[in-house]
């Protein structure tokens, strides 16, 4: 009997409705959903365990914030570069040389194209030097077809000119500056409204004429040609004073000549060849008149002093300053010996005039004759007259030939002193 009710109570919870049912459900989905969450987390705590996978777990999480993070970096330092390189360029504009050459502003180009009339063009360019450098205040001129000038501007500190507003047509430049030679260019085309830039005009320096007056200078030149002569002796004992071996050594002043004179009228040698020359002539009785011994002696060698001095001081000395001529013979050493022979022998009759010029030997004929003529003084009374003086006049004449033909072929090889750079004509 007692076992009914339990019956009617598990009858009664059959009977229960069906909205308890639903309830139950949801209930079980949401333990069940906890507990799926706490297995996930568990399994990811454990995972975390070996240290490797720790890390790849936070990169893997972290990946979005850094791919983020390294735009704005790469943004930063783009941004960073471009200033750099604009605060470089100012830098740069700001240091530049303001004489070096450099292109014409486009600005300022701009600006004339802009304002010059319509149907105008214009010419620019920049002017320079052989070294490139930049020249400033040079006359530039543009010219039309007819040759008259149109405009004339200066260049400026950059070197540049610029001939705005010009009617097309055809022109020249030209530039001028100081120290530079002119320069004129080719024909130039202008069209309406061409902005025309020239190639660089490069202007070199220009050939200046010098005219060099030497004043001061004469009197050392000519003392040493002085200097030089007497050093020059043949075998280094005879005088060999009036040969040139310098074609274009310089003139000798009157008192030079003088000097040169006076020292080759008592150089020993000398003297010692006016004794020679008595002794000759009294050998062979020359001048019987004088006598024998040695009163005949001195005669003859004081004639022959008397011709040495006399012979040698007016035809190197008095007449070669009266004309201006060059009592020295000029060594020649080229060209053919029949050329040779004649220069020598002609110049016992042509000199070289002190401005350089061949003219008859005035001094040399003069100053032969004249010391003949003078020899009639001392001479015996049977010996003078005009015989005498033609005969010594002819004889020095020809000596002198002879020995400029010895002087052009021989003396040079065996004269000591002679300049190493005196090698005759050129």
């Known amino acids: ?66 791919e983020a993070g390294s735009i704005l970096l790469i943004f930063a330092l783009t941004r960073s570069v471009l ?22 502003q486009v600005s300022t180009q701009s600006a004339a194209i802009e304002s010059q009339p319509a149907g105008t063009g214009s010419l620019s360019g920049t002017l320079l030097d052989r070294n490139q450098n930049v020249l400033q205040g040079a006359r530039v001129t543009v010219a039309g077809p007819s040759g008259s000038a149109v ?30 030679s002119t320069f004129i260019s080719p024909q130039i085309s202008l069209h309406a409204g061409e902005f025309r830039i020239l190639p660089p005009v490069i202007l070199s320096v220009s050939a200046v004429a010098t005219s060099v007056t030497v004043t001061e200078n004469k009197q050392q030149l000519a003392e040493e040609q002085v200097r030089i002569a007497v050093q020059q002796r043949i075998g280094g004992i005879i005088p060999n004073f009036y040969s040139s ?19 080759s009228i008592i150089d020993p040698v000398s003297l010692l060849t006016v004794a020679g020359v008595a002794g000759v002539q009294q050998y062979r009785n020359s001048f019987p008149a004088y006598g024998g011994g040695i009163e005949g002696y001195g005669k003859r060698y ?60 005035y001094s040399h004929v003069l100053g032969i004759f004249s010391a003949a003529a003078i020899s009639n003084l001392y001479y015996p009374t049977s010996d003078r007259g005009a015989s005498l003086v033609l005969f010594n006049g002819l004889a020095g004449t020809g000596a002198s030939a002879v020995s400029n033909l010895i002087r052009e072929f021989v003396l040079k090889r065996i004269t000591t002193h002679v300049p190493k750079e005196a090698n005759g004509q050129p």
């Not at 501007?153 to 500056?177: M, R």
């Not at 070669?320 to 009759?349: C, E, K, N, W």
């Open 302 to 361: 004081g004639a022959n002093l008397a011709n040495h001095v006399t012979g040698i001081l007016l035809s190197r000395g008095v007449y070669p300053s009266i004309f201006h001529q060059d009592p020295r013979y000029f060594y020649r050493g080229t060209g053919s010996i029949q050329s040779r022979m004649l220069y020598a022998i002609s110049a016992a009759v042509i000199a070289r005039g002190d401005d350089g010029r061949w003219k008859p030997n």
């Open 83 to 104: 200033l750099a390189q604009e605060s470089f360029s100012l830098t740069a504009q700001d240091t530049t040389l303001p004489d070096a050459p450099q292109p014409a």
């Open 1 to 66: 009997m007692r076992k009914r009710p339990v019956a009617l109570r598990i009858q009664g919870d059959l009977r229960k409705p069906a909205n308890q049912d639903s309830t139950i459900a949801r209930r079980l989905k949401v333990r069940a959903a906890l507990l799926a969450s706490n297995r996930h987390t568990a399994s990811h705590h454990s995972k975390c365990r070996d240290v490797v996978d720790c890390l790849f777990y936070v990169a893997r999480r972290s990946k979005p914030f850094l």
């Open 245 to 263: 071996y310098d074609w274009n050594a310089p003139p000798m002043q009157a008192k030079q000549k003088f000097k040169l004179s006076f020292r």
């Open 151 to 180: 405009r004339t501007v200066e260049s400026g500190n950059n070197g540049q000119f610029a001939f705005t507003g010009l009617p097309p047509d055809v022109y020249k430049l030209t530039v001028i500056a100081a120290g530079m």
